[in-house]
């Protein structure tokens, strides 16, 4: 792999030829056994799939997912929640809380309040209905941070090889940072300014090998 | 239309502009010229100017238009007042709603609409400077727009028009040609697929000519199908 070399590019509709018997998988589709690709992007191959990474497009929530959102409504009985995706987010009073509530009495805005950033899971998403649980691990309330934006693609780019770029942000700039899936990264501590430099420079440059060594020298 | 005229678009095998029947127009294509758009794209055949932009998938209001099983697409075609010699009086016209609507259904078969239920997807097309051809210009326009904003596509969409002048067939024609031609016959396809996605036709055509003219539009439509895939990739290419 030489530096700054670029990734090869496909666009919807092109045909992937691998040379290998791979299964089609996230971003591509199948018709008349070829594979072809959904998205402006670059193939990978995982295991025995090979899928294509968006270089840019909206959050499409999956369950399982962990996302940041922000809270902006509060209802009867739960919390409408911005993940940055085409749909609104409900996170359940009884995904939310452990304790008995009785909801006639008690105002919700104890719990969370529009405005109030959360971490937290995606637990279903058929036919347009996101639903959130705070029940995951590492599910919390965000205080005290900046958030910034990214394209929701680019954030396996971001974590790198078993989190090997956010550690090293992390690590260098001395602060706390949270990636969510949909593309919203909170950072908190000491160098905020210089992680959100890094940040968006593996944005601009996603594509291009040998990103590393170049975060590492922007940090240094 | 319909009828000949007596200008003659066609001598010794050129036509007005010194093109052969089949040459398409000079073109240039840009993506990513609207920043707040999701997806956005410029798109000039010879004199012809469209630009795109799109916005969503999002979630659809009024609520009485969603699909709770798909997501829908809402088509805007536009031209500007000052975009041809006699001002276009601005606002909803019976052309621009048909255009609106033809667009519409040319993506509907590409977009993977039934991951999105519930939402809309906006496609603006603004005709700047209009010379024949807007119709084709603005589906190409549209594609790359698509494509530029990341939304799942089955296959890019490829416009081209095609014509007969005095028994000739020929490809993308000019604002003259399009006035005075016998027929027109705009195409959008599927360039991969081999797929129409919108067929329309102005005069009259035999059976064979209009065949015909289907093989030339398909045939040299991947000229702007290379054209399209070139300005997707450049934008990566530092």
């Known amino acids: 792999m030489e530096d700054e070399k670029i990734r090869q590019i496909v666009v919807p509709g092109e045909e992937i030829k691998t040379g290998k018997d791979l299964k089609s998988g996230h971003g591509t589709y199948e018709e008349n056994n070829k594979i072809y690709s959904k998205f402006l992007g670059i193939p990978q191959e995982f295991g025995s799939f090979i899928s294509v990474i968006p270089l840019s497009g909206p959050y499409l929530p999956k369950v399982g997912d962990k996302v940041i959102g922000i809270v902006t409504d509060v209802e009867k009985a739960g919390w409408i929640v911005d993940i940055k995706c085409p749909w609104q987010a409900f996170l359940p009073l009884s995904e939310a809380v452990d304790e008995f509530i009785d909801i006639k009495k008690v105002n919700l805005n104890r719990y969370f309040e529009p405005d109030d950033i959360i971490y937290s899971e995606v637990i279903d998403t058929r036919r347009g209905d996101v639903h959130l649980t705070m029940r995951s691990q590492m599910s919390r309330k965000l205080k005290e941070g900046v958030i910034v934006e990214i394209t929701p693609s680019k954030v396996p780019r971001l974590i790198g090889k078993d989190g090997s770029m956010i550690n090293m942000i992390k690590d260098k700039t001395k602060t706390t940072i949270r990636v969510g899936q949909n593309g919203i990264v909170w950072i908190s501590g000491e160098d905020i300014d210089k992680a959100i430099k890094a940040i968006k420079l593996i944005e601009e440059k996603s594509h291009i090998y040998g990103l590393t060594n170049e975060i590492e020298k922007l940090l240094s | ?238």
Do not use: W
Request: some cysteine; proline content about 5%.
């Open chain 2, 1 to 238: 239309m319909g009828k000949k005229s007596d200008i003659v678009l066609i001598e010794n095998g050129k036509r007005l502009d010194g093109r052969k029947p089949l040459e398409i127009r000079d073109t240039e294509m840009k993506v990513g010229v609207i920043p707040n758009a999701n997806g956005s794209s410029y798109v000039r055949f010879g004199k012809t100017i469209a630009i795109a932009a799109v916005y969503g998938p999002k979630l659809l209001y009024p609520k009485h238009l969603q699909e709770s099983d798909r997501g829908i697409i809402q088509c805007r075609y536009n031209m500007a007042p000052f975009s041809v010699d006699e001002r276009v009086r601005p606002g909803t016209s019976r052309r621009g709603t048909e255009i609106s609507k033809v667009i519409k259904l040319a993506f509907e078969p590409v977009l993977f609409l039934e991951n999105y239920p519930k939402t809309g997807i906006d496609i603006y097309v603004e005709i700047i400077q209009a010379d024949g051809s807007t119709r084709v210009t603005s589906v190409n326009a549209a594609s790359l727009a698509l494509a530029n904003a990341g939304i799942p596509m089955r296959d890019l969409v490829v416009g081209l028009s095609g014509g007969k002048i005095s028994d000739t067939i020929i490809l993308d024609l000019d604002g003259k040609e399009d006035n005075n031609s016998e027929a027109d016959v705009p195409v959008a396809f599927m360039p991969n697929k081999k797929e129409i996605t919108l067929l329309q036709m102005d005069g009259q055509l035999t059976n064979e000519e209009l065949k015909d003219i289907i093989k030339n539009v398909m045939k040299n439509g991947e000229i702007v199908y290379k054209k399209q895939i070139e300005t997707l990739k450049k934008r990566y290419d530092e």
